[in-house]
């Protein structure tokens, strides 16, 4: 389930560090350490929505007759 981008990087782990998350994660769904780490930064720092120009104006009238915006 891990996937492999082309610009992905490595980052080094301290080995004590890396064998306390084997252990947190024997006998869940997480398939590696990676997986896990992965998951974890991907909660920590998630995407940024990509919105279509008329989603946008849908956003800000929304925002306008809530009194958010003017």
């Known amino acids: 389930m891990t996937k492999k981008e082309s610009n992905s990087v490595s980052v080094q782990v ?3 560090l890396f064998r ?3 252990e947190k994660i024997e006998g869940t769904s997480f ?6 780490v ?3 930064l991907e909660n920590e720092f998630p995407a ?4 279509s120009k ?12 809530l009194g958010y915006i003017e």
């Open 31 to 36: 398939s590696s350490v990676e997986e896990y």
């Open 54 to 65: 008329e989603e946008e104006e849908l956003i800000r009238e929304r925002l306008r007759r």
């Open 20 to 22: 306390k998350i084997e």
């Open 38 to 40: 992965i998951r974890k």
């Open 48 to 51: 940024e929505p990509v919105y």
């Open 14 to 16: 301290p080995g004590d």
